[in-house]
């Protein structure tokens, strides 16, 4: 294992994703600066999804035939573009813009992913996919704090009474700006760490099959290459976990509108203690995914981990419509937010080992992109179900992502 290689890959990520995670909680706000609709604003998370569902297999199979870094380098210098538009947008169709090149040149999670996947054995896999867990992590926590100061006034206040007044008025002028500059940066700094600290990982010398070239989700071809892949491996269970990952996603993700909702309607919290519960979540990603994940692995096997995460993540999540305060509420969503952590890098690193050693980046690439078809329709169905009914969008997400169940039960039966 590499550890020098792996230590770089995380803060690669970790960086890129505290810039998304600056950027992501602004979106509605800065949406509605333009007059979107609550439909708008939605379309504006989907559209970045929709992008990483057709271009995440494109760039993953790119990777495995020119290499890592070079698309690693592409990604990570497109984000910086998409945030600089995101900070100079004037209009709502440019803000559009900024999330569609966002989405399109976000393949720097499932090529990290075929990265650790190449530096890494068996025994190791899961704990270097759980590094990528613990980015997101740190992301989501550090960076809507982040957020919030750069468009606080008072931080505006501090700024020009250091003497710097009118970059102050112009902060107050243009209050979603900074964030976008500061995003773009972070994302700059993570393009230079992989241009002059990454290796690269591919032998592109070496002749490679032509199996899953010109990836595209929504062509039949596709599907019949990775049947076939899925038939050359020992296990065979290549699909039903890449299926897996979509629930994943999709049941994570329909907490995005349901859960501020029914916390909002039913608990009385503010959007702050909306925050708060949020950030239990990232810690929670970070300690196990950082740090737990490799004892863990060691002491018990991959499929009995990821077993164990489905029916922890699934009874936390039917379990937040019962939550009768704030502190019932903390416990359900720990619990489901231990399951995820359990089951993400150990699903990441069971379809990496599914995969041929040719094909690494185009299957996690499928992953990935599966994984954004999860979170552009998740958020959808948790809102219409909560219209319907409160305590709806929760059990009937739990109902579906079940089916991950079966699908770890299928994998400790294979052995």
């Not at 939550?323 to 903390?330: I, M, W």
């Not at 379809?351 to 690439?365: D, F, K, L, P, Y």
């Amino acid at each position: 294992m590499n550890k020098s290689a792996l230590a770089t890959v995380f803060l690669v990520v970790m960086i890129d994703l505290l810039g998304f995670g600056i950027v992501l909680p602004l979106l509605p706000f800065y949406a509605q600066e333009f007059s979107a609709s609550a439909v708008t604003i939605g379309l504006l998370y989907s559209v970045y999804s929709f992008m990483q569902l057709i271009f995440s297999p494109i760039w993953g199979s790119l990777s495995d035939r020119i290499g890592r870094r070079p698309i690693m380098l592409l990604s990570t210098f497109g984000a910086v573009l998409a945030y600089t538009i995101f900070g100079l947008a004037e209009t709502l169709g440019v803000l559009f813009f900024s999330r569609i090149i966002a989405g399109v040149m976000g393949g720097n999670i499932s090529t990290a992913q075929a990265y650790i996947a190449d530096v890494t054995d068996k025994e190791n896999r899961a704990k270097g996919m759980g590094l990528i867990g613990a980015a997101f992590g740190i992301g989501f926590v550090v960076g809507p704090a982040s957020a919030t100061l750069l468009i606080h006034s008072s931080f505006h206040d501090f700024i020009a009474g250091i003497g710097f007044v009118e970059f102050a008025d112009w902060m107050r002028a243009n209050k979603f700006a900074l964030p976008g500059f500061f995003a773009a940066f972070l994302s700059f700094c993570s393009f230079l760490m992989v241009l002059l600290k990454l290796p690269e990982t591919v032998d592109t010398s070496k002749e490679r099959p032509a199996g899953m070239s010109r990836p595209s989700v929504f062509t039949p071809r596709f599907w019949r290459q990775l049947s076939q892949q899925q038939s050359t491996t020992s296990r065979g269970f290549l699909i039903p976990l890449i299926v897996g990952f979509f629930l994943l996603s999709f049941g994570e993700s329909s907490l995005y509108s349901a859960f501020p909702l029914f916390a909002e309607q039913e608990l009385n919290l503010t959007a702050e203690q909306v925050g708060i519960q949020f950030f239990y979540i990232g810690i929670v990603a970070v300690i196990i995914q950082g740090f737990l994940i490799k004892p863990l692995t060691n002491r018990f096997a991959e499929e009995k981990i990821f077993f164990t995460g489905n029916i922890l993540m699934i009874i936390g999540l039917a379990s937040i419509p019962a939550a009768a305060n704030t502190f019932q509420l903390a416990m359900a969503l720990c619990l489901m937010a231990v399951g995820k952590s359990l089951n993400t890098p150990t699903i990441t690193s069971l379809i990496s080992q599914e995969a041929e050693e040719e094909h690494v980046g185009a299957v996690m690439g499928t992953a990935q992109g599966m994984s954004g078809l999860g979170r552009m329709i998740g958020p959808t169905w948790g809102g219409a179900l909560f219209a319907v009914y409160f305590g709806l969008p929760f059990v009937a997400t739990a109902a579906i992502v079940a089916g991950t169940i079966w699908i770890g039960w299928k994998l400790l039966e294979k052995g």
